[in-house]
Structures are given as C-alpha cells and as structure tokens.
C-alpha cells in the first residue's frame, strides 16, 4: 500500500510541477497513453451526440417513453457509447498505476477499440431503426468485444500484489460486467424469438442488466477508484482504511441481495436490499470523509467536489429506492430512479474526474519524456478546473429535476432536467476539445 500511495503521490505532483528537461513522464507499466485517449475520445464524442439526442427528444416531446426505439437508443448512447467507452480508456490507464501491473495484452485492447467503434456503431443504428437482425449481430459483436476486455483486464489484475477492498472492487466490477453481459444476450435472444422461455421472465432479466451493469460495473469502479483518486487529487495520505472494507462488503451483499428481490420480489428482501444500498453508500462516504480529513491539500477542487456531489446524489438514490420498495407507485418511481441513478451518480462522477485525467492524459502525449530547453508547459494551462463548477452544477440540478419530476408525474421538471443535462454535457464536451487543441498550440510555440 505504502508503494502504491507514493507513486499517487508521485503522479498528483507532476500535475502542477512544469515541464523543464524530462519531465515526469508516464508510469513505466502504463500503456501507450494514445490507448485510453482513443476510447476517451470516443466516449467524449458520444457524451455530445447523447446531449444532442437528449434535446431533441425533449423538443419533440417523446422523453421516456417506455420502450420506444428513441428511448432505447438513447440510454445506450449513454451507457454503452459515453460511459462505457470512456471507462475503459480510464481503466486501462488508471489499474496500471493503482495496482503497479501492466495491462495483459496492450496489443489487444487495440485491436478491441476498433471492434468496439464499429460494433457500437451498428448496435446504435440498429437500435434507432429498430432493425431486429442487427440487433442480435451487432449485441453480439458488442458481447464479444466487451469479454474481450473483461478477459484482458481481469488477467491483468490477477497479477497485482496487494489484493485489498479497491482491488477487490475493481476486480468484482469486471466480473459483474461479464455477468451483465450473459443477461444482455439473454435479452436479445428472447426479443428476436431464438430463446422463448427467456420472454416469460423478460422483466426480471433486465432489471438484473441493469443492476449488475449500473450498480456490479460502474458502481463498483467508481468505489474502487476513489480510493486512488481522490488521495492522488488531495494529496492525502495516512488516512484510516477500514471502512474502505465495510463499503466493499456491503456494496456485494447489497448487489446481490437486489438481484434476489429482482427475481423474487417481496417486503422483507426489498427492505433488507434497501438497508443493503443505504450502507453501502454510507461507508463509502466514510471511507471518503478519511481520505479528505487528511489532505494535504486544503482547497478541494471542482472536480473533487463533483465526485462529493455525485455521491451525495447516490445516498438520495439509496434513500429513494428505500421508498421505493415500500411503496405502491413502482413504475412511477422506477423511471425516476434509474435516469437518477445514471445522470446524477455514475455520468456526474465520470465527466467530474474527467476534467483531471484528459488534462493529465493530453499533457503527457504532448510533453512528458521530451526534453524541451526552456519550456514550461503546466496542465493547468491546458484547462483551468473550476471551469467545472457550471457543468457539475448543470448535472447535478439537471438528474435531480429528472429524478424527481419522473415518479410525480412533473413533466415540465423532468423536461427541465433534461434540458440542464444536456446543455451541460455539451459544455463538458466543448471543455474537452478544448483541451487538445491547446494542447496542439502550445506544442507548435515550444
């Protein structure tokens, strides 16, 4: 751990340190950094098309209507081509440096970008057209390519030494994926008539997806990683570990116990799931409070306060669902609590932590490793982080208005959210491409 924590360290300070002779570089058993930047900018550019896509169905009226192709290809314009692409980017970068293990095939998740391009391309289309061949082809493609980097990162972890609660997080996060996936099939087989006994339980099946996906996948990294990130953003070190144990346990039990009420749903395993969710968010926040109690650095930055907000978010989801389960309105709720979940913990999280690993990311392509005589490039003056606040503000405001306009039947407020959202993540992705164009600029004058 002590390892670890110094080449955190070692990376946060390259962050503000400029750039004369050498530099900092990557670390030694990090990837190509060209490797996450590709998948990162795919996720960035469907981070936009989503925002897009977001307005105009707002402006047509048509905004979460149950089942329909729009919605559909909206939610996985999200989730499979903004979230999901930028993750493994962050994933491929952030488990080498967190875990000091090099990725198993850096030669594959290459060739995996350029089958996850086309096969989200045509899985999108074919969502959007409502083209039930391409369906099936291309969910299968995107099967494949997404074993293919369970497979590569899961190899690559079970290489690392030190095994504790972000490692178990991390790990268990791509083993829920793998399982999110085996469900995802199983749904598309059953709505293209090749498993018919997998229509009978059509609705257990997807809200399992949708668990292990949302909640196995990106809520277990975002647990895990916040263990690396938030230390490496303020500079904290010795803090307390144990609730970094709680918050794993709790969040499996939860999971799983949610999956069980999926299937078999009742009071009492609705309620113990609940209780499961509140504690699981809840030790996470105390695992958090301990890192920033001990911090160097005393101004927390934008960034770190989106990902503050975006788990406070998360503790309202955990309460909501909690008032979801002894309730009556479940679909009512449900369609609240999902948008929620999706636009105000996990995407707030990711564009939050973005607007410090692209930065770090364009920064080292450009400069670290080049031996520049009189240059004094910082990644700060690639973009300046309280730049976030609007974005962070605009999402967080946004998901609430959605979260909370869905279950009581408020659809100006639910429109409202949405139009924040999007205005948002459309700022977020001008934010971006800012980046490397600066980049590009600054590289041209040294």
Sequence with gaps: MDVTRKVVSH??????????????????????????????????VCFLLFACDLAWQVNRGVLFSPGAPAGVTLTHLLTLGGLMSFVMGAVYQL?????????????WARVLFYAHVVGLVGFLASFAAWWPAGIVIFGAWMAAVLYGFCGNM????????????????????????ALALAAAVTLILGDANLWPAAQAEQ??????????????????????????????????????????????????????ALVVWSWAPSLAIGLVSALGVVAAFLTHALAVRQILKRRVRRRVEAPIRGVLAALALGVLWAMGFA?????????????????????????????????????????????????????????????????????????????????LGAPFGAAWLCEAGAWMVAASLGVFAFHMSSVFRRAARKEGKV
């Design 203 to 256: 609705m257990a099946i997807l809200a399992t997806h949708i668990l292990l996906a949302g909640g196995g996948f990106f809520g277990f990294l975002i647990f895990g990683f916040s263990y690396k990130l938030v230390p490496m953003f303020t500079l904290s070190h010795g803090y307390d570990t144990r609730y970094e144990q709680w918050a794993f346990w709790a969040s499996l039990f939860a999971l799983y």
């Design 154 to 177: 899961m190899v690559s972890l079970l290489r690392a030494r030190d095994r504790g609660p972000m490692w178990r997080f991390v790990f268990f996060a791509h083993l829920h994926l």
């Design 11 to 44: 990376l946060a300070d390259s962050t503000s340190r400029p750039l004369t002779g050498t530099g900092p570089g990557p670390v030694a058993q990090s990837p190509p950094v060209t490797l996450p930047l590709r998948y990162m900018a795919v996720g960035l």
């Design 323 to 403: 008032w979801h389960v002894t309730s009556f309105r479940d679909a009512a709720i449900w369609r609240g609590l999902v948008p929620f979940a999706l636009l105000g913990f996990v995407s707030l999280t990711v564009v939050s932590l973005a607007y410090k690993i692209v930065p770090f990311l364009a920064w080292t392509r450009r400069f670290a490793g080049t031996k520049r005589t009189g240059s004094s490039v910082l990644i700060s003056h690639l973009l300046d982080v309280s730049s976030a606040r609007f974005v962070i503000g605009g999402m967080a405001l946004g998901a609430t208005g959605v979260g």
């Design 95 to 107: 488990s080498t440096v967190a875990f000091l293990v090099p990725i198993a095939s850096v030669r």
